[in-house]
Structure formats: C-alpha cells, structure tokens
C-alpha cells in the first residue's frame, strides 16, 4: 500500500499530476482543487495517497491532509459513489466542507458536486453522519505531508523507513481534557458555528464527559448545537 508520494512535480494535467520519484514517475489522480494547491513543475510536492485496486486497474489518488484521505475513503463505501464521484465532492467542497455538510445534514451541498444527484447526496449524508466526528477531530490532529527539501527529488520519500505506518482509519488517539476541547472548538468553528456557541457547547459537553475524547466531544457538541423541535 503506497500512502504518501514525496517527489519533484514533472507535469500537472486536468486530472491527474506526475511525481517523479528518484526517477520513477508516479501518475496520481487528484481533485480540482488539490491540483490548484499544488506547485509548478519542477518544484517538490507531496501528497497522502490511496491506491484502487481492480482487475483491470491500479490507479492511484492524492490528497493534501489525511482528513481528505479519510473522506475520500468513507464516501467510496456509499452505494452510487466511486472514486470520480468522490473526487467530485471533494474538489466542489473541500473536506472542511465535507465535513460540514455531513454533520449538519446539508445533502443539498453534496448535491453541487458535478454528477452527484439527489439520492446518492442523501444517502452520503445518512450514511455517513455518525462518522463525520472522528474524521474532523482527524483534521484537527494531523498536517500536511512535507515535501523534499531543496527541489532536487534526492530526499524523496518512498523508502520502506521513511514512510509512516497508515493510521487507523477514523480514530485518533484521544488527547488530554483540554487538548481535546480545544480541537473540538477548533473543528466546530470550521463548520461555521460562532466562536461563543461553539465554546458554550464544547464546555457543556466536555462538563458531562471530562474523559471524552476530540471526536467524543465533537459529537456531544453537535446534538448540543442542533436545531431544536
């Protein structure tokens, strides 16, 4: 399993960017906007990866956070949506976007995305929603992949000691009390909750549950924050 790519950008197409690799050149498939993030060729870069299997493919996806990683993953689990459809969603929203739809239930938002229709908008929504907790309390814990430093590929990473052990998908390990409340702010905030009901929220539920965890407190928060009757 390839999880992250470190290289030197060689061309960028309307799809799809090539890394090169100490030589090797590897064609990662990315969204509209992870392809704007990405530097000019000739400049280092580096993304967190997801390989497709299937009989007739090897396909490889690229990503700038583990949090869009993880999205990505999640929504090709949902009947109707494949890695384009996914691609698509994340490229209109972002994964902070993702992740606010998902929470507070804004199928309409997924249904932007190009190709995605009513149905398969809402059935990500349901299918997903309990999950959308721990994959912001993932973004608010983790940081981009670092690229090689000084543009000549040398230090490029695809060294069996170079690369991180994959994390466990959707789970991170749960920080101290006020680590915790901090990264739950922080992720409430990115869905576009103001910095006092957010706060209000999190200290009313990190009150009931002082162990609880970031996406633990996330979730209590939210049930919190939801629209009452």
Not at 113 to 123: D, E, N, S, T, Y
Request: charge should be negative.
């Amino acid at each position: 399993m390839i999880g992250r790519i470190a290289g030197i950008v060689d061309y960028r197409g309307a799809d799809h960017v090539l890394i090169d690799v100490r030589g090797v050149g590897y064609v990662i498939h990315c969204s509209d906007r992870t392809l704007a993030a990405l530097p000019g060729p000739g400049e280092a870069a580096a993304l967190y990866t997801d390989l497709l299997v299937r009989e007739d493919l090897l396909q490889l996806y690229g990503f700038t956070t583990l949090q869009e990683r993880e999205w990505h993953r999640l929504l090709t689990t949902v009947q109707g949506v494949g890695a384009k459809a996914s691609m698509a969603i994340l490229g209109t929203l972002g994964p902070d976007g993702v992740s606010r739809a998902i929470a507070l239930g804004d199928w309409a938002a997924i249904k932007a995305a190009p190709g995605v229709g009513p149905k398969i908008a809402q059935r990500v929504v349901n299918e997903l929603k309990d999950k959308a907790p721990q994959v912001m309390a993932l973004g608010a814990t983790v940081t981009r992949p670092q690229a090689p430093a000084g543009g000549s590929g040398a230090a490029a990473v695809l060294d069996p000691g170079d690369v991180a052990p994959e994390p466990a998908p959707a789970a991170p390990a749960a920080p101290g009390r006020g680590a915790a409340q901090a990264e739950a702010l922080s992720a409430l905030v990115n869905l576009g909750y103001s910095q006092g009901e957010a706060a209000s929220a999190v200290a009313t539920a990190a009150g009931d549950a002082p162990e609880a965890d970031t996406a633990a407190v996330i979730r209590a928060a939210l049930k919190l924050l939801a629209p009452k009757g």
